[in-house]
C-alpha cells in the first residue's frame, strides 16, 4: 500500500506538468509571454501601451547604402565608390573622378554617368564596370 502512495505521489506532478504544456481547445499554445524581472528590463524598453513598430521593406525605394567601399579590378588597379544614396562618386585608378546617376532613378545597384554613358552595375560585394570602347569588368571588394 504504501508503494502506491509513492507511486501516485511521483506521478502526479508529471502528469500534472504534462496537462499544462498540452492545450486543452486543440490549438498551439503561445511562447512564453511572462515578462522577466523588473530588474531584467531594459531601461529603454518602450512603455507598454507605446504601439508596435512596424518594419516595412519597400525594394522600389533607393536604399540608404550610404558609404564608401574600394574594389580591386584584376590588373587594371583600384577604384573608390562612394555611394551617395541616388548616386554614386567613383573615384578611378589613375585618380580621375566620376559621377554615376542611378539608372532608372528610383533604384540602387545601376548607375549611368550622363556625358559618356559609362555605367556601373552593383550586386554585393561585386561592381560591374562597363566603359565605352572597353571590355567590362568586375571588380571586388
Known amino acids: 500500500m504504501a ?6 505521489v511521483s506521478v502526479f506532478p508529471l502528469l500534472a506538468i504534462v496537462a499544462a504544456c498540452v492545450p486543452q481547445d486543440g490549438a498551439p499554445k503561445a511562447a512564453n509571454t511572462v515578462p522577466p524581472p523588473p530588474a531584467l528590463q531594459s531601461v ?3 512603455p507598454p ?7 516595412t521593406t519597400d525594394l ?15 590588373n587594371n588597379g583600384m577604384i573608390t565608390i562612394q555611394n551617395l544614396g541616388s548616386s554614386l562618386h567613383v573615384v578611378g585608378p589613375d585618380g580621375a573622378t566620376e559621377e554615376f546617376a ?3 532613378a528610383n533604384q540602387s545597384s545601376r548607375y549611368q554617368e550622363a556625358a559618356t554613358h559609362d555605367a556601373i552595375v ?9 566603359k565605352r570602347g572597353s571590355t567590362p569588368q568586375t571588380c571586388r571588394r
Open 122 to 130: 552593383i550586386d554585393g560585394r561585386e561592381a560591374l564596370v562597363m
Open 60 to 74: 522600389t525605394a533607393p536604399r540608404s547604402g550610404i558609404g564608401t567601399a574600394t574594389y580591386r579590378c584584376g
Open 44 to 46: 529603454a524598453a518602450p
Open 102 to 104: 542611378a539608372s532608372p
Open 49 to 55: 501601451s507605446a504601439p508596435a513598430t512596424k518594419i
Open 3 to 8: 508503494l502506491r502512495g509513492t507511486v501516485w
